[in-house]
């Protein structure tokens, strides 16, 4: 079920570097939010501190809050691996499991969970593949190996995996740089299709990318080298293409800098 994310005066650090200061945004439900901004701005620390994987980083630490639904992700008593299944991620290079079947590649996390149940995990797969639109593509071939799927094949396949847990948010690093313009346009189909169920966040350098498939956009800047990122606007993706609020936010969008 889609969940909203609520961000408030988020700070984010590797050791004792300052990346990120002082984010807050809301992230509806159903609905694709993307981050844009140049290079080293935090974007993709922001994302990760979002299901818990930025603490992963040696020395890394989070202050602020995030809340699904209302609810702590960072609370004590709230378990990191839990929310990482609830809210997925799919990164930038498609990472399946290469010598692992397709099909097995999908309900990996399932069976990690102990769910051994052949005919529940094989209607798993395929509901996950038809959700990623790969199921016409590999229904022939599902016990032949992740990895000999072409590039945007895989990546479908790692989104298959993502949501066949189910999760409320997915989370997405890039999913398209290391892909061709047709599977790019795949995949842009595929999370105008998945909005539909899911809350989604989407990292992309392609500002057109952002302007085909998100509701709203934040955008991040730096104000200087060694200085922390920052959230600069955000708002519904129509206006940030059109009227931003900011002059720093028309300056990247019109390509001055960047
Ligand atoms: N694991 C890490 N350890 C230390 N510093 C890091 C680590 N990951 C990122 N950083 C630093 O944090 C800052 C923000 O990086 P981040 O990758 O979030 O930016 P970004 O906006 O996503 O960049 P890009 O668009 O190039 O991917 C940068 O200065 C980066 O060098």
Known sequence: MAKRIDVKDLNLFYGKFHAVDGVSLAVPPKNVTAFIGPSGCGKSTVLRSLNRMHEVAPGARVEGTVLLDGEDIYASSIDPVQVRRTIGMVFQRPNPFPTMSIRDNVVAGLKLAGERNKKKLDEVAERSLRGANLWNEV????????????????????????IAVQPDVLLMDEPCSALDPISTLAIEDLITELKKEYTIVIVTHNMQQAARVSDQTAFFNLLGVGQPGRLIEVDDTEKIFSNPSQKATEDYISGRFG
């Open 139 to 162: 229904k022939d071939r599902l016990d032949r190996p992740g990895g000999g799927l072409s590039g945007g094949q895989q990546q479908r396949l790692c989104i298959a995996r993502a």
